[in-house]
């Protein structure tokens, strides 16, 4: 099992920054890669980053390359989601995910609002 808890969401004006946090914990030595999706105020679920384990490599969705930026301090225990110049469309709820193998599947944390407002 893991667990993943968010942090860091909050409102704020366009063009401004947040910092997301996800504290990991329980059988993370099986953790493959971590993501960060957001779900839309019209339902949608998009993918965000993603960032792998070993390698360090990272992946983007196109809405958001260039202004976020994912990475990860296993001293603490945490991924963290970098966000700047925020736009309206930023807005959602922002999910933390860890994938593992051995089982192979995923886990989510609750969730953490972003509102970015114009």
């Known amino acids: 099992q893991v667990q993943l808890v968010e942090s860091g969401g909050g409102s704020v004006q366009a063009g401004g920054s947040l910092r997301l946090s996800c504290a990991y914990s329980?059988?993370?030595?099986?953790?493959?890669?971590f993501g960060w999706y957001r779900q839309t105020p019209e339902n949608q679920r998009e993918f965000v980053a993603r960032i792998f384990d070993g390698s360090g490599n990272t992946d983007y969705g196109a809405s958001v390359k260039g202004r976020f930026t994912i990475s990860r301090d296993d001293a603490k225990n945490t991924v963290y989601l970098q966000m700047n110049s925020l736009k309206p469309e930023d807005t959602a709820v922002y999910s933390c995910?860890?994938?593992?193998?051995?089982?192979?599947?995923?886990?989510w944390g609750q969730g953490t609002q972003v509102t970015v407002s114009s």
């Open positions: 329980g059988n993370t030595f099986t953790i493959i890669h």
């Open positions: 995910q860890a994938v593992t193998i051995l089982p192979s599947r995923d886990y």
